[in-house]
């Protein structure tokens, strides 16, 4: 059975940093790209970045190019998200996603998905 469990979400002020995990379990992980996506509330379910199997490749939503890091442990089997200079229009929750083709993020799709992480940024 597969797991993507996500974790480090919370509350914090414009400004600050936090980082996202997601453990997956029930699958070969290096298999997979990973990928985050977001939904805001009375938003739409947006990408976010992804990073493919060796780790070598990302690309990021514009408005998040430059402050977010997308990472990857292959032996730990976690993906993770560094978030910096947080802003209010981040607040959302933070999903991660496998996908064996990394191209798919970008049209939204994935082959498994977590239950999400609320990140919520104050001003």
């Known amino acids: 059975q597969v797991q993507l469990v996500e974790s480090g979400g919370g509350l914090v002020q414009a400004g600050d940093s936090l980082r996202l995990s997601c453990a997956a379990s029930g699958l070969t992980f290096s298999e997979y790209a990973v990928g985050w996506f977001r939904q805001g509330p009375g938003k739409e379910r947006e990408f976010v970045a992804a990073i493919d199997w060796t780790g070598a490749f990302t690309y990021y939503l514009d408005s998040v190019q430059g402050r977010f890091t997308i990472s990857r442990d292959n032996a730990k089997n976690r993906g993770y998200l560094q978030m910096n200079s947080l802003k209010p229009e981040d607040t959302a929750v933070y999903y991660c996603?496998?996908?064996?083709?990394?191209?798919?993020?970008?049209?939204?799709?994935?082959?498994?998905r977590g239950q999400g992480t609320q990140v919520t940024v104050s001003s």
């Open positions: 996603a496998l996908s064996r083709i990394m191209s798919s993020f970008r049209a939204g799709r994935s082959d498994y």
